[in-house]
């Protein structure tokens, strides 16, 4: 009879035998002695009642031990190995990269479940069987050396909890109340935007954000038209990228103040959206990427809240506002499934705050109830979490990529039509300009409309 042993069978059990659940034999000297399952009181015997025996017990160990020191041995020449193999496929790397005539560069950014953060080059050449061939050049890890900039717009009437959940979701000061606490702003009499700039810094990733805040918007007794303030505002980012863009001596590295994300707050009524929640967002939605979401969603119940975010879906669609993601910039199928599953949880019901409490020994950002402690950052509570990662950890690079590519772009066309549009009307209604853009002679300087092209064409300039 033997012991059950999750672990290595021990030496001592060549000299005893299990007699009983809590009982063992010698073997040498057949004493018996209590088991409580080690073999603590079988060496202590061993020791003292056949010492010259237990030499010859502990061969084993021994033969143990030296497996252990050969496997450390061979792990620390493995090590080697790879590091001599390393330096010898780097050597041929650069001697086919100096040897080929041109090599095409790709590089690829990741970041750990650390959110450390690592870019990959890879060299792309065509060897000589005609047959295209790749090899790894690199991988850096990026300590300091990520910079991102992104403008957030926080959007919705006063009351909401905006700067709140802008301060929870960067665990900063960064909205405007926390910035500028002066009392006469508090309630201003028209819609003022209010923009401030942060660089906000974790794990290495420098981040340079922007919070633009509309206070006033929808407080007014008349609010017909009052959506205007913001689109020009975020068209006058546009167009200062645009000229910027357009410069014959532009910088290298364009200041980018575009509005890249609106976080649009929605009151928590449980009913539906104001007709001026519709009318916004269905007009902001073609110009920059919206992402709503119910503000102070503790004040209703798991019940009203999915009714609530169903309904707000279906007026989503009948009005035909698509907020972010949109569905026709999915990638791929697997980006598809990933957005689909963003676009069910879509508008957030999100509890923003700045108070730390201490549950269950953990200090957590929440809101203090007399019934309990509304956990911020717990999904079971609200959904904060998916959008802190929706914005900063997931799709940032995305919801920039989409306002560059889709939202200026449309912009930029648009504008750049306009542009030639008055040129050529501009050369229809001058004969001596229309010569000169066909090839013709021009006109001597002195001629009645040289002053006059001069002088349209800085009006042009002065326009874009």
């Not at 004493?31 to 030499?55: C, D, P, Q, W």
């Not at 956990?375 to 799709?395: M, S």
């Not at 501009?426 to 090839?439: F, R, V, Y």
Request: overall charge neutral.
């Amino acid at each position: 009879m033997e012991p059950a042993r999750k672990r290595g069978r021990s030496d001592m059990w060549e000299h005893f035998n299990l007699i009983a659940p809590d009982k063992v034999r010698c073997l040498v000297c057949s004493a018996e002695l209590k088991y409580h399952g080690n073999t603590s009181s079988m060496i202590r015997h061993f020791t003292a009642k056949h010492g010259a025996a237990v030499n010859q017990g502990n061969t084993n160990q021994v033969d143990r031990k030296r497996e252990l020191d050969e496997a450390l041995v061979n792990m620390v020449a493995l090590k080697n190995m790879v590091v001599h193999r390393y330096e010898e496929d780097k050597t041929k790397a650069k001697a086919v990269v100096q040897r080929v005539e041109a090599v095409s560069l790709t590089a690829d950014m990741w970041t750990s479940i650390n959110m450390d953060a690592y870019l990959a080059v890879t060299g792309h050449y065509v060897d000589d069987s005609v047959r295209l061939a790749t090899v790894l050049l690199g991988v850096l890890p990026f300590l300091k050396l990520i910079q991102l900039v992104t403008s957030l717009l926080q959007q919705g009437q006063s009351g909401l909890g905006k700067s709140t959940l802008m301060n929870t979701l960067f665990k900063s000061k960064v909205s405007r109340k926390s910035v500028q606490p002066n009392p006469e702003e508090r309630i201003p009499k028209t819609i003022e935007i209010k923009s401030i700039s942060h660089d906000v810094e974790e794990k290495g990733v420098r981040m340079k954000l922007t919070v633009i805040d509309t206070p006033g918007f929808g407080d007014q007794i008349n609010n017909e038209n009052c959506w205007q303030p913001i689109m020009k505002f975020i068209n006058d980012q546009y167009e200062a990228y645009l000229q910027e863009e357009i410069n014959i001596n532009r910088k290298k590295r364009i200041p980018d103040s575009r509005v890249h994300c609106c976080i649009y707050f929605i009151p928590p009524t449980g009913h539906c959206l104001r007709p001026l929640d519709v009318e916004f967002m269905r007009r902001l939605s073609k110009v920059v990427n919206i992402v709503p979401v119910i503000a102070k969603a503790d004040t209703l119940t798991l019940e009203e809240r999915d009714d609530f975010k169903q309904t707000i879906r279906e007026e989503l669609r009948a009005n035909g506002i698509d907020v972010y993601p949109q569905k026709e910039f999915d990638e791929d199928a697997e980006d598809r499934l990933i957005n689909d599953k963003i676009r069910e949880m879509i508008p957030f019901a999100v509890v923003g705050s700045d108070q730390e409490y201490q549950v269950n020994g953990k200090r957590i950002l929440g809101r203090k109830t007399k019934w309990g402690t509304i956990e911020v950052e717990n999904i079971a509570h609200c959904e904060f979490a998916y959008l802190r990662d929706l914005l900063i950890r997931t799709h940032m690079q995305n919801i920039k990529d989409i306002t560059g590519s889709i939202h200026y772009e449309t912009y930029r066309v648009r504008r750049l039509n306009e542009s030639n549009g008055h040129f050529s009307s501009h050369l229809s209604d001058h004969p001596d300009a229309q010569q000169k853009a066909n090839g013709q002679p021009e006109q001597q300087p002195g001629g009645p409309h040289a002053n006059g092209v001069a002088a349209q064409h800085e009006a042009l300039s002065h326009e874009m």
